[in-house]
């Protein structure tokens, strides 16, 4: 058994469960052996047999897995992470991301900015949700503000502490995380700044390729004008959308509803293969795999 499997996922919070979805999405990479660019076969093999794995566990596991908790930090594993700052009495700034992060996942509620970055986490998957209600809804346009979200736009969480940056860095930068009883929060979103030579289109269209999201298909979808307004997308262009943006099963098949389309009630094969990805909450890679495993078309841009 892979040993992501021998984790007690009850007692897991939601952003430690995000880390663990993002392992179990990379335990089989086509970038981790030289094998599998020789025997693509071997490839999906082991990823049938890990999501085979994955399928027992989840079942042995289904009521967390399918609950309130699994889907925050399904959201959660899509979005980019934070940066977080203490800002000194005396005005400095110190980045404390890193211990931040080892902190949440550590689970340490003992600490009071801890347990207060874990709430606002919470909070900025709520508002994520609230953006995917929107798309589910039939709001076409809405998906463009979803993927500018997760490809160009960044948050800072400023924390304003009583202490003097000297005093700070005199600690270890955990243990004075852990002695700050109180402190004032600031949340920063800001856009990119696009490198020289670059623009934000590059990031996003680079983000939206890497995703097999076609931009053929993708701007006109989110434009949402008279002619495209009764037009039907495809279920690749959907399919590659919803792994993207962190779709569950029963929000990718409202979409897909949307335009007239279904996978849950599909007789086809290969829709039953990416629904049930959905539904256990695997990766593009994944499905795709298991798709050519069994002979169809993969969910890359130009199979079909």
């Given at each position: 058994m892979n040993p992501l499997f021998n984790v007690d996922i009850e007692n897991l919070n939601f952003i430690q469960l995000a880390y663990w979805i993002k392992q179990c999405r990379s335990a089989v990479s086509l970038s981790n052996s030289a094998v599998y660019g020789?025997?693509?076969?071997?490839?999906?093999?082991?990823?049938?047999?890990?999501?085979?794995?994955?399928?027992?566990?989840?079942?042995?596991?289904?009521?967390?897995?399918?609950?309130?908790?699994?889907?925050?930090?399904?959201?959660?594993?899509?979005?980019?992470?934070?940066?977080?700052?203490?800002?000194?009495?005396?005005?400095?700034?110190?980045?404390?991301?890193?211990?931040?992060?080892?902190?949440?996942?550590?689970?340490?509620?003992?600490?009071?900015?801890?347990?207060?970055?874990?709430?606002?986490?919470?909070?900025?998957?709520?508002?994520?949700?609230?953006?995917?209600?929107?798309?589910?809804?039939?709001?076409?346009?809405?998906?463009?503000g979803i993927i500018n979200h997760l490809s160009l736009e960044t948050v800072t969480y400023r924390v304003a502490v009583l202490e003097k940056a000297d005093k700070l860095k005199d600690k270890d930068i955990q243990a004075a995380i852990r002695d700050i009883k109180r402190g004032k929060w600031q949340v920063t979103e800001r856009t990119l700044k696009p490198a020289e030579g670059k623009t934000l289109s590059d990031y996003l269209l680079a983000d939206i390729r890497a995703n097999h999201i076609n931009k053929n298909v993708f701007y006109p979808f989110v434009k949402n004008k008279g002619e495209n307004r009764?037009?039907?997308?495809?279920?690749?262009?959907?399919?590659?959308?919803?792994?993207?943006?962190?779709?569950?099963?029963?929000?990718?098949?409202?979409?897909?509803?949307?335009?007239?389309?279904?996978?849950?009630?599909?007789?086809?094969?290969?829709?039953?293969?990416?629904?049930?990805?959905?539904?256990y909450s695997f990766s593009r890679e994944y499905a795709s795999a298991l798709l050519k495993k069994d002979g169809y078309n993969g969910l890359e841009i130009g199979n079909g």
């Open positions: 020789e025997n693509p076969q071997r490839y999906y093999k082991d990823v049938s047999l890990f999501c085979n794995e994955y399928k027992s566990f989840f079942e042995e596991n289904k009521d967390l897995m399918t609950g309130k908790v699994f889907k925050q930090a399904l959201k959660l594993s899509v979005m980019p992470a934070p940066r977080y700052l203490l800002v000194s009495s005396d005005g400095i700034e110190i980045d404390v991301t890193a211990e931040m992060e080892q902190m949440q996942f550590q689970n340490m509620l003992s600490s009071t900015l801890v347990s207060k970055s874990i709430d606002r986490e919470a909070d900025r998957v709520k508002r994520y949700a609230q953006r995917i209600s929107s798309f589910t809804s039939g709001k076409r346009e809405a998906l463009h009764n037009r039907i997308y495809g279920k690749l262009f959907l399919y590659n959308v919803g792994f993207y943006i962190g779709l569950t099963a029963t929000e990718m098949e409202q979409v897909l509803r949307n335009e007239g389309n279904t996978m849950q009630l599909s007789l086809r094969p290969d829709d039953h293969i990416v629904y049930q990805s959905f539904y």
